[in-house]
């Protein structure tokens, strides 16, 4: 008779071992301790052998049943179940053995004796951060163009498109690494080539590069006019606002003692917070013995009641020779984006709050101001020191540049 449910609930381990007979070659065995162990008996080149099918209750009676069927269709095309098991298995375990992951940190291992330690930090980082979580467990030899295009053009969409264009740069290192190795046989990134828009210059001069933000940040320390105008140049690098909102920066808005700068953006219509690192609080501290009674923090040489004119930062940094080719009051935002993301390892999202950016949640709904707040309070007082360091003179390394 065929098994049934009922009876294999109902079936009691003994003192030994006992068998249930279904159909075809199926069975359960009833271990002494409760296990019930599924069984096929089969015959092949006139050898008897047998095949796991599973544990009862996880492989009930049906799914087992037709995991025996299944293994009989092999035996009627002349194939072993037991041996096409084994190699199945042996196949799973040389394409995660040969993913795009495992090799890609078999390359980076490989090469980042020979690279700066920074330099390799930010590699390892871009790769598991932008690229291992979509095609990082992918066989690098089944990897196409198309879903390679798919995770750079998602970094691409948060607005890092040189970090895309390094990222598929690396992409196309370890590529070519599998192709070496035996593991794949071409690159798919070169069938990549101008997909990604070129990287152009900012519509705003920035300095992206820790050397040179050094040597800038030095000049702005050493600019020698009005307090008000150098309190301005040295809290811009520190706040990364845009440029009107910093010159328009009221003391009802700054809360000194909770270290928050509050404010309502009008180019997207939204609060935001601005989170002071204590580098900046002194600034400010330092400036409203001079302007805290008054509304704006940097008010106008002139008059009190208007806030600092749009050119009064500008026309300084050209007084010190920084060039307009070189920086530009919306610069400083270009460069703490690039740096936290290409040096410190910043996530993305964080360094798009802090911008004021529009940022949506996986729902499609807007962030309100407060989120993130801890993680951003962080993000910005680990900024203030970088930049100290920076200008203290503290070893920097370039960011590599992408790929041609």
């Known amino acids: 008779m065929p098994l049934t449910d009922t009876a294999i609930r109902n079936a009691k381990p003994g003192a030994k071992p006992a068998k249930l007979f279904d159909e075809r070659g199926l ?4 271990t002494p301790a409760g296990g019930k162990w599924w069984r096929f008996r089969y015959k092949f080149d006139d050898k008897e052998k047998l095949l796991s099918l599973g544990v009862y209750p996880d492989v009930g009676l049906k799914d087992a049943r037709q995991r025996r069927d299944d293994a009989r269709k092999l035996l ?7 041996e096409n098991r084994k190699a199945m298995k042996a196949v799973k375990q040389d394409r995660a ?6 090799v890609a940190r078999e390359w980076y291992a490989k090469h980042a004796p020979n690279w700066v330690e920074h330099h390799g930090d930010r590699i390892i980082r871009r790769l598991e951060r932008d ?9 690098i030899a089944d990897v196409n163009a198309p879903e390679l295009l798919a995770a750079v053009r998602r970094i691409e969409s948060r607005g890092a498109l040189e970090t895309a264009h390094r990222a598929l740069g690396n992409c196309g290192q370890v590529f070519r690494y599998a192709v070496a190795t035996g593991r794949a046989m071409r690159d798919p990134s070169g069938d990549l080539r101008g997909a990604l828009p070129p990287v152009k210059g900012e519509h705003f001069a920035a300095v992206t590069e820790p050397i040179q933000a050094a040597e800038l940040l030095r000049t702005l320390d050493g600019y020698q006019g009005t ?3 150098s309190c301005a140049l040295r809290l811009a690098p520190l706040v990364f606002v845009r440029p009107g909102e910093l010159r328009n920066a009221e003391w009802a808005d ?6 928050e700068w509050r404010y309502h953006v009008t180019k997207t219509d939204s609060d935001h917070i601005v989170p002071l690192a204590m580098q900046a609080v002194t600034i400010l501290q330092e400036l409203h013995a001079l302007t805290g009674t008054g509304r704006f923090v940097f008010p106008g040489a002139r008059s009190n ?3 600092m004119s749009d050119n009064a930062i500008l026309a300084a940094m050209r007084r ?9 009051g919306h610069g400083f935002r270009a460069m703490a984006r690039t740096i936290l993301d290409e040096v410190m390892g910043v996530r993305p999202d964080l360094i798009e709050h802090q911008l004021a950016h529009a940022v949506k949640d996986p729902n499609g709904r807007a962030y309100n101001r407060t989120a993130h707040l801890p993680e951003r309070k962080k993000m910005m007082q680990q900024w203030a020191d970088y930049l100290d360091k920076l200008k203290a003179g503290a070893e920097v390394v370039p960011i590599p540049q992408r790929a041609a």
Do not use: Y
Request: glycine share 12%.
């Open 97 to 102: 053995a040969n993913s795009f992951e495992v």
């Open 305 to 307: 009641g208007r806030p």
């Open 131 to 139: 690229i291992f979580p979509w095609i990082g467990g992918r066989p």
């Open 320 to 328: 010190m020779g920084i060039s307009k080719d070189e920086m530009s």
């Open 254 to 259: 700054i809360n000194l003692d909770a270290a």
């Open 227 to 229: 307090l008000t105008v």
């Open 76 to 82: 009627a095309d002349g194939i072993d179940p037991g």
């Open 27 to 30: 069975f359960l065995i009833v």
